[in-house]
């Protein structure tokens, strides 16, 4: 998550300078003309590159978390037999999030929230 906003940024602040360098070109005059339209052109192609991997190849955090909870839960329980541990209300897998690889349940009824550690007793 750190890792893709940092992407953002560096890309965010090539593509800027990139912009800006193509923008002093008229200014700068003709002998600048190459260098700069290069570091421009490629500063944008950088920042663009960037923004492309850390956008496709960024994971969805929340599909993740749904296949992580699917993967631990037991076979033969279902996450909607799930009940609070304080009021014993009926939890639905809306409840259910995993934080740091530790099973979170969030009550919707009674408002507690509590960590499931070792061997769950669904
Ligand atoms: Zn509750």
Redesign the pocket.
Known sequence: MVGRIIGYVVAAILIFFGVLYLWSIPAAGPDQLVPRLIVGVISLAIGVVIIWVVRTRGPAPVQQITQQIDLEMPGEISVDKLK?Q??G?ELSKDDVSLVQGAVMIS?P??G?TYQITEEPKW
């Open positions: 609070c304080s009021c209300g009550c009824y009674c507690s």
